[in-house]
């Protein structure tokens, strides 16, 4: 398996432009998480989906941020308009959602090489 | 509030050594506490999950407890290698979520 891949690894743009980021989680992962990491604020959660369902969305820093997951293979996080302190590595992670009984087993999250977004 | 701490310094051990990394929670009632290692340019690399039921949990050189009582993990490297060289974080699943809070990461660096 490839892996969670992320598109692009690096982003460099102007304040103001519009960003996105792509996810192609796990194939038969059905949760997917969109995470932002800094040094001072470290790995913040900011969505995540299950079955490509939005189920929290309270990390998500305001308006600017939206974020989709058509469908299971793929998922998007953009920014619009984009501010300087939005740089950051923004991170994409899968995992398989197993139930009750056996949650502790599928708890694992798996993450993607991160993109790195630098605002002017 | 609730917050996640761990020692935001690094810490340094020679080869051979055992690193002991610390993890301390406020405020949270975890199901599990899972532990990641974190390469520079990299993403996190999941290594252990421990459930509130459970005291201890090995893995080859790697070895997990955790205190509810004390709200505290530590997270053992026994024979320490400078390839351990990495940023490692611990990370708190609640009850009835599936949100996973991660706090800001130790770095270790082992010297030959």
């Known amino acids: 398996d490839a892996g969670v891949i992320q598109s692009p690894r690096h982003e460099v743009t102007e304040m103001g432009q519009e960003v996105t980021l792509r996810c192609k989680p796990i194939s038969g992962h059905n949760s997917l998480f969109w995470y932002r990491q800094t040094m001072m604020r470290g790995l913040e959660l900011l969505i995540y989906f299950n079955n490509n369902v939005p189920i929290d969305d309270s990390g998500m820093p305001e308006d600017r941020f939206s974020a989709k997951m058509p469908n299971a293979s793929f998922s998007t996080l953009k920014i619009q308009p984009s501010e300087p302190r939005d740089s950051a590595v923004y991170f994409c992670?899968?995992?398989?959602?197993?139930?009750?009984?056996?949650?502790?087993?599928?708890?694992?999250?798996?993450f993607g090489p991160g993109t790195r977004l630098t605002v002017l | 509030s609730q917050k996640i701490e761990q020692n935001s310094e690094a810490l340094n051990i020679q080869e051979g050594k055992t690193a002991t990394l610390t993890c301390n929670y406020t405020?949270?009632?975890?199901?599990?506490l899972q532990w990641y290692r974190q390469d520079p340019g990299r993403g996190p690399v999941f290594l252990l999950l421990?459930?509130?039921?459970?005291k201890e949990k090995r893995k080859e050189r790697l070895k997990v407890t955790f205190d509810t009582t004390l709200k505290q993990s530590l997270f053992h490297i026994t024979a320490s290698q400078p390839a351990d060289s990495a940023t490692y974080l611990c990370a708190l699943r609640s009850y009835n979520t599936d949100k996973l809070i991660f706090g800001t990461g130790t770095r270790l660096q082992v010297f030959p």
């Open positions: 992670a899968s995992r398989q959602r197993g139930d009750r009984e056996s949650k502790a087993s599928t708890d694992t999250q798996y």
């Open positions: 405020n949270y009632s975890p199901a599990y």
């Open positions: 421990i459930r509130e039921n459970e």
